[in-house]
């Protein structure tokens, strides 16, 4: 299995809702990752999970709030977001902190 | 000056030519380089992975990394319409610089 999954594939939340994204891999990568990315830009970094606790928090604001229940388990727990937050969110992992394999994204529309 | 540079294009180009997307950077402690294809509204999917300065080929894509002039290119020969993408190259290092940062990507248009 080379591939990293990601739940759902689109979201529409409010801006007082709760919703989670879900990321799954099963290559025995021990770095994961959390991007953002909107339209014609690269992917902007959030936060990275070494061995499963977190080493890197890019200053993301606290509405998001990453999880890692396990080695093949990513969660970005979203609460009272805004508009501009709308964006495709990435997941990422890797054996190594370079080579990153990414999964599909979840497109997230907050109204 | 960013860290990597990139031309966004759009790049277009017809049927069957040969295609040169290129980053330049400034950070000399980069040692990994990745080329990365993303199609909209889709995640980026690796394409290259080089370590240090060479070459490196897979079918129809070659990647260069040109340390002493801190540039890298990657070659599409025989482009076809389903190599319309955007192109994102990536780079890092060891110790602080260990996390990839991106070029801004270039958007290839491959017009039958």
């Known amino acids: 299995d080379t591939e990293v999954t990601q739940t759902p594939k689109h979201l529409v939340m409010g801006m007082t809702n709760k919703k989670s994204l879900k990321c799954e891999q099963h290559?025995?990568?021990?770095?994961m990752y959390w991007y953002k990315q909107k339209a014609k830009k690269p992917p902007e970094l959030m936060f990275v999970?070494?061995?499963?606790?977190?080493?890197i928090n890019e200053s993301v604001p606290s509405r998001f709030s990453p999880e890692c229940p396990n080695s093949s388990l990513l969660n970005l727990h979203l609460h009272a977001l805004q508009p501009e937050d709308s964006a495709l969110y990435l997941c990422?992992?890797?054996?190594?902190?370079?080579?990153?394999?990414f999964g599909p994204g979840t497109r997230l529309t907050v109204l | 000056q960013k860290e990597v540079e990139q031309d966004p294009g759009p790049l277009s180009v017809p049927e069957g030519a040969i295609v040169s997307l290129n980053c330049t950077y400034s950070?000399?402690?980069?040692?990994?380089f990745m080329w990365y294809r993303q199609y909209s509204r889709k995640g980026p999917e690796l394409l290259m992975y080089?370590?240090?300065?060479g070459n490196k080929e897979d079918g129809r894509f070659t990647a260069q990394v040109d340390k002493s002039s801190k540039y890298i290119s990657l070659f599409i020969r025989d482009s076809q319409p389903s190599d319309s993408a955007t192109y994102l190259c990536?780079?890092?290092?060891?110790?602080?610089?260990?996390?990839?940062?991106f070029g801004r990507g270039t958007s290839l248009i491959v017009h039958p």
């Open positions: 990422a992992s890797s054996r190594h902190y370079n080579e990153q394999f």
């Open positions: 290559m025995g990568h021990r770095a």
């Open positions: 999970y070494s061995y499963e606790k977190l080493s």
């Open positions: 950070n000399s402690a980069f040692q990994y």
């Open positions: 080089t370590y240090s300065s």
């Open positions: 990536a780079m890092s290092g060891f110790g602080g610089s260990y996390i990839p940062t």
